[in-house]
C-alpha cells in the first residue's frame, strides 16, 4: 500500500483547523487504514490531545501517530513476542524521527510550558491561538512521519 503523503498531511492540517484535537486530527488522516470509521477513530483519539487529556504529557500528535502504527503493526494477541517486538520497534522508530524533528515528545516541552497540566477545559481557538501554538504543524509532521513510514514499509 502507498499512500499520498502530502495528501495525508493536508487532511491532518485541515482536521485540527476543523477544531478536532492533535491526536484525533493525526489518527483521522489515516482512519481509512484502519476498520474504523471516523466517528469511531475521532471518539478513540479523543482523549489523547492536549498531551493527554491537557496533562501535557506524550504529544497528543504523536499519540495519534502510534494509534496508526498500530493498525501498521498489529499487536492483538497475548503472548505475540514477534508481533509485540515489531510493533514496538516502530512506535520507537517512529517517537524517535519525531523526537529529533522537534526536540520532544511531551507536549509542555514542546510548547515551552511548565505546568504538569492545565485545565480541562481547552483554549478558545482563535487567530491568536494558532499564532502561539505549533500544533498544527506538529501534526503535520507527525502525518508525514506515518505516511513516510506505511510508503517504507510498501519497499519492503
Not at 499512500?3 to 486530527?25: H, I, K, P, W
Not at 482563535?126 to 503535520?140: I, N
Amino acid at each position: 500500500m502507498t499512500v499520498n503523503v502530502d495528501e495525508r498531511v493536508t487532511l491532518a492540517r485541515n482536521y485540527f483547523l476543523e477544531g478536532y484535537n492533535c491526536s484525533q486530527a493525526v489518527f483521522l488522516a489515516y482512519h481509512d487504514l484502519s476498520p474504523l470509521s471516523r466517528e469511531m477513530a475521532a471518539t478513540i483519539a479523543a482523549p489523547f490531545g492536549g498531551g493527554m487529556g491537557r496533562l501535557r504529557e506524550v504529544c497528543g500528535a504523536v499519540s495519534g501517530m502510534l494509534m496508526c502504527v498500530g493498525f501498521l503493526y498489529p499487536n492483538a494477541e497475548p503472548n505475540t513476542p514477534l508481533a509485540k517486538k515489531n510493533n514496538y520497534a516502530a512506535v520507537q522508530e517512529v517517537a524517535e524521527k519525531f523526537r529529533i524533528e522537534n526536540g520532544s515528545i511531551i507536549c509542555r516541552e514542546l510548547l515551552g510550558l511548565t505546568c504538569r497540566k492545565e485545565e480541562p477545559t481547552p483554549a478558545e481557538r482563535t487567530a491568536e491561538y494558532y499564532k502561539k501554538r505549533p500544533c498544527v504543524e506538529l501534526v503535520a509532521i507527525a502525518a508525514r512521519i506515518v505516511g513516510e513510514k506505511i510508503n517504507a514499509m510498501d519497499k519492503l
